[in-house]
Nanobody, 124 residues
Framework: QVQLEESGGGLVRAGGSLRLSCAAS????????MGWFRQAPGKEREFVAW????????SYADFVKGRFTISRDNAKNTVTLQMNSLKPEDTAVYYC?????????????????WGQGTQVTVSS
């Protein structure tokens, strides 16, 4: 079983940047697809990005393409989300998630393990 812990959230002005990190423990990190999701108040949890087990393939939601970058370091059991050109509508709790068997998915319910989330607030 994998435990995930996010960090790096905070308050930033529109146009600014944040770097979210997710540290994994308790499992074989390189055997999990890693994803980032977000949930704003009153909205459903939505896909932001995923990266495959080996890091060779990535996918992004249209609303973050060109602004966010997902990466992973399997030696350090970490996945990061670099967020640039932030907008007020990016305000949400951001979650990292681990998907078993190296399967990729855009659906939250196909990820087995979740962190507690980190708040990102972008002011206008």
């Amino acid at each position: 079983q994998v435990q995930l812990e996010e960090s790096g959230g905070g308050l930033v002005r529109a146009g600014g940047s944040l770097r979210l990190s997710c540290a994994a423990s308790g499992g074989t990190f390189s055997s999990y697809t890693m994803g980032w999701f977000r949930q704003a108040p009153g909205k459903e949890r939505e896909f932001v990005a995923w990266i495959t087990c080996g890091g060779g393939s990535k996918s992004y939601a249209d609303f973050v393409k060109g602004r966010f970058t997902i990466s992973r370091d399997n030696a350090k059991n970490t996945v990061t989300l670099q967020m640039n050109s932030l907008k007020p509508e990016d305000t949400a709790v951001y979650y990292c998630a681990a998907g078993r068997y190296c399967r990729t998915s855009y659906r939250p319910n196909e990820y087995a393990y979740w962190g507690q989330g980190t708040q990102v607030t972008v002011s206008s």
